[in-house]
C-alpha cells in the first residue's frame, strides 16, 4: 500500500473478529516494531504478545471496554527506564521511543489488513499483576490485534493551517 493511504487507513478499531492472525502476519506486525528508530538507537522496550482467549475475563482487568478483548491477540509494549537514552538536561525519552515503536507496529498491522487501537488509559496494577512485569519496566501501551469488524468512521482532523508554523512561533 502507497505510504500516505496508509495512514488515511488506519483508525482506531473497536470491534474485532475472532480470525486468528496468521503468525506471518504477526511476525511482520512485530518486526516493524523492531526496525523502529529509537533514541541512541537503544531500543529500551519489550513487546508482549498476549492470546485472548480463555483469559478475556482477567484481561479486562487492565482495560474494561469489550472490544479490548475481542481480537484474538493484545500487544502490550513496555518501557525499560535504565536503558533508555536521557538528554543532557535529565528528559528521558523512554514514552517517545515506545509511542514510535506502536505507532511503526499499528501502521504495518494496518497494511496487512489488521484492526488495533492504542489504549494508554489502562490500569497499570492490573498490568502489571497479569502480565508479571518486574518493577523495573513500565508498561506504556496496549492494542488489541486482530481483523476488524466494523468500519472506519470519518476521521475529524485540524486543517493543515492550524497546527504549522514556519520559523517561529
Known sequence: MEY??????RYSVRAYKSDPVEDEKLQQVLDAGRLAPTAANRQPFQI???HTEGRRAEL???????????????????????????RNDHRRYLDV???????HLILAATNLGL???WV???NEGEA??????????VPLIFTPLGYPA????????????????YEHW
Do not use: H, N
Not at 472490544?67 to 491477540?73: I, R
Not at 502489571?128 to 519496566?137: A, G, M, T, W, Y
Open 120 to 122: 494508554a488509559a489502562f
Open 60 to 86: 479486562k482487568k487492565i482495560y474494561q471496554r469489550e472490544w479490548f478483548v475481542q481480537a484474538p491477540l493484545l500487544i502490550c509494549s513496555v518501557g525499560v527506564p535504565r536503558i533508555s537514552w536521557v
Open 97 to 103: 521511543d515506545v509511542a514510535i515503536v506502536m505507532d
Open 48 to 50: 508482549i504478545v498476549i
Open 115 to 117: 484492526g488495533t487501537c
Open 150 to 165: 466494523d468500519q472506519p468512521s470519518e476521521k475529524e482532523r485540524k486543517d493543515l493551517s492550524q497546527l504549522i508554523r
Open 128 to 137: 502489571r499483576r497479569i502480565l508479571q512485569l518486574p518493577d523495573e519496566v
Open 4 to 9: 500516505f493511504d496508509l495512514i488515511r487507513k
